[in-house]
């Protein structure tokens, strides 16, 4: 192995991605353990792994390389002489961007023993546990340790279920790393399913007592019912659907449900029974009103329900009284097959008997060892004679080499020897043990199945019986049902015609209270339109006030005008046609307006008269004129207050009219009120007459 030196060769590993330096301990270096260095040259002259020789790359090995080297120390060191053998050191290397190969994740003191699977679960491992990690976020880490199980899975093919596996963030932020290794899961969950098994069975049997108990309660409970009851039910008979199929219906589905537990107990039929069911139907949950038509068909329809719930529940502590005993003969019954196992085991199979088989090989091997031994010392006695007497030919210092060379090989044979015969004890002891275990296993999958089929057949009898005693008890209870339905018939008829005949008064008496509280809802808006009316009317008489003001205050103007055209009397006659014109077009105007005034008159008296004439009045009283722009700008004055008042007079006459409908509306409110007052004493006598007729039923 003299080509086993470090980076050495040229092999630059064209087709791999990663690859490993591996450093093992130093009793286990190839050139110092021969164990290993045979190991490696196995591996090397099997052609069939298609591998890059490790004699020419060790210490640097691809996934592959590394993976059937490590199985092979495995399988010697762990399994064969139960002995861990450390790997220093795992420098694993990717390329750089020179294409050079260079560190990237170190692995220290691994131990390769009974548990190593392959190299994933060791780099997994790290890659969430290394300090060097520790402010990686977990997604980078989960990125890298997949891209590392895609690589190894490339050079190895391995199956996806030997990888390891990647912690998920809740086990990484727990720091729950055991599972990484699919060996020691596969354990945990074995673990686990025995214990939540155990956890099931101790939950069934406390649910079976305390289901047994409420059942007692019951039972206690409808017995004391029934009694009080007495004779007032004839037991008719009523048959259904679900009572004349009852007894195929049970033993077929006990047939399909029969179990069988992995030491092959069956309960070919469990004797369990089904209840026998009424009849149920589908009915809206208005019917439950005693008003409703189908009042009683939905109350016999609940009444049956309750039955059925009954009938299940009795069917179901019967079939759990009936596991109960079954699963005691089956207890009885395997304890019954353990013994006998036990017996034939500790007949054929004890310490005595594998000793024996040990020491029987070990003196047949050590007997063949020692036969060689005599013949490969003969072998090199003559050797060394002819070396010595070669030696005594040339000189003394021949026959020293010669009698340290023939020790050197008798050492190394003998420790070859003690390799090789060791190893083969291993496994031929390995192989009778194997061969007793699997002729012991027949020999007690034997009496198992012959103890289970007795046991089977007595199990499948007991059944039979249980299971014909549970019906019969069964049917007697719903025999009982039957009878009662035809008093529970008269009970929810007369309910249910009281309720009709009390809804039909109630839908009237509410017509009736609908339609007052209808007017009383007008009568509210009648009274809002009023109030708004009443508010315009209010704000017109301000604006008639305002009109009012600017009247007077033209008058004087008016008035002060007169004295300055009196003090003119050369204009008058300009004046004269100027009060012609004015009066013109006052007649016009009186024509137009007067149906629209008249109404203002009455209210107001006879203010608006006493403007014009006034106006008029005054004008012709003056005898002197104030020229085209005086009378321009009078004319305007006048025309503009002409305006205002007739849209006056228009609003107060829409007032006047709405004050009429409004007065006539309160008649018809007072009218509805005292309708309403009359509908709700006939309401509260109605009701009244109701709640006494329920309380005296």
Partial sequence: MSNMSIFKSKYKFPDDEVIVKVTLSRDYEPNKNPAIKEIIEQIDSTETLNLPKIGETYPRLNLAQAQTLFMSIKQLFAVGRNLDVTVEKMAFQQRNEKKKWQDYLEIDNFSIDL?????????????????????????????AAEDFLKEYSKQTNCKAGDLAIIPTEAQFNDEDFGRINPLVNERIEEQERTEQQRRQTELAKQRQVEEQRKAEAERQRKSQLQTSQGSATNNPKVTTVSEQTFGSRS???????ASQSNDGVQVVNDGHIFAPQFEIKEYPQSAANPSDDNYVAFMLNEKKKESNEYLRKVAEILNLSTDKDLSKQIT????EIEKKVNAYQEDNVNKTVIQGIKDDISSRLNDEKERERVGKVNEIEQVKKQAILEAEKIYKAAKEKAETTAENSTTKLDEELVNKYTDRANVEVKHEIDELNQKTEAQINKIIAAEVRTLNSNLSGEALTIQEKNTEKLNESY???????AEYTNTFEQQHSNAVRKQADLKNSQYKL???KNNQEKLVDYKNQFEKEHENNLFNQRKVNELQEKINSLVADLKDKDFELTQKKEKKDEFS???????????????NNHQATSHLAEKKGSGVKWLVGGLVVLLVGTSAGLGTMIYQQNNQKVNSLVREN??????????NKKSSAQDKL??????????IDQQKEMNKLLESSITKGQDNK
Avoid: C, H, M
Avoid at 577 to 591: E, R
Avoid at 646 to 655: A, D, G, S, V, Y
């Fill in 115 to 143: 548990d190593y699977l392959n190299l994933t679960v060791p780099v997994v491992k790290q890659f969430f546990t290394a300090e060097r990690f520790e402010n990686v976020p977990y997604d980078d880490k989960e990125k």
């Fill in 251 to 257: 033993r077929l589905n006990a047939g399909q449900q």
């Fill in 332 to 335: 009885l019954g395997r304890n």
């Fill in 479 to 485: 025999k009982k049902f039957s009878s009662l339905f």
């Fill in 514 to 516: 609908d339609e007052a």
């Fill in 577 to 591: 046609d100027f009060y012609k014109v004015l009066a013109l077009q006052n007649q016009a105007q009186n024509n």
């Fill in 646 to 655: 007739k849209q006056i007079n228009q609003k107060l006459n829409e007032t």
């Fill in 666 to 675: 309160k008649e018809k409110n007072n009218e509805l009120q005292k309708q």
